[in-house]
């Protein structure tokens, strides 16, 4: 059931089931082409490094958290992007094999002054590994449709 | 020639050469692994959307300037990777064929506490398109080695 600006409320907190799981491949991938500094692309400079190992690029943590928050929060018929992203914190690094969760608690709701169809959600979005430390979170500042603009 | 992290003065600018132009293929290709949203995926959608057409992923552009920064401002030998992003925000659409460089302006730098051969050095970055119109911008928490850590 699409999830409009009305159906959710300040304080709701969402722990999501989906998984995603960040391989070694997909990380040389992403920093070759995004981020390619050696920490993300070679295990023996990364050794070297304040990782200690091998660890994905930030962009590519949240772009992983991003594919979980469209797919298991996002609704096709209600989101309508973003504006911004504040206080994107990176708090541990994400190595090959982790496997990423994410929790999302709704911090604060407003109807849009200038668009009536449409409200403003900011949601905190926290990302997991699977022994459940904090590898990243942020708080987004989402635009979402009104059921009732009129309202 | 490494930059390190005395080598930077607060208040300095930087407006760097390196284009990135961010084609309808790369759109679809990042939209499809990371953030499959209609207006990122489908030219129909998108037209019914606030973008007007379709349109990158925010952390799309988002890596296509972190590309710049790594190839044009940070140095593979001196950069110690970043612990987060403040102020991040979406403020134009980023169309097929748009062309972005980036601007980075160095707002604050101190040594690390816990870290002697650290600092932490503060950028803002713009990203504008090939209008001259600033299409993102982001403040990044960058750590960065000192050349002499007992000055």
């Not at 430390?133 to 987004?140: G, M, P």
Request: a negative charge; charged letters at 35%; hydrophobic letters at 35%.
């Amino acid at each position: 059931m699409a999830r409009y600006f009305e159906d959710v409320e300040v304080g709701e907190m969402y722990e999501l089931d989906g998984r995603y799981e960040i391989t070694e491949d997909e990380i040389t991938e992403f920093a070759e082409k995004y981020d390619p500094q050696p920490f993300h692309l070679d295990q023996e400079a990364a050794e070297e490094s304040i990782f200690g190992s091998l660890a994905a690029s930030g962009w590519h943590t949240a772009s992983a958290c991003m594919r979980l928050f469209v797919d298991e929060f996002l609704d096709a018929e209600t989101s309508m992007g973003a504006r911004g992203i504040d206080n994107l914190r990176w708090k541990q690094p994400v190595y090959p094999g982790d496997e990423i969760r994410i929790e999302v608690e709704i911090v604060d709701k407003r109807p849009s002054e200038s668009r009536p169809g449409m409200g403003h959600i900011k949601t905190r979005l926290r990302g997991y590994n699977q022994d459940d430390e904090e590898v990243i979170e942020w708080t987004a500042l989402g635009m979402t449709r009104r059921r009732n603009p009129d309202a």
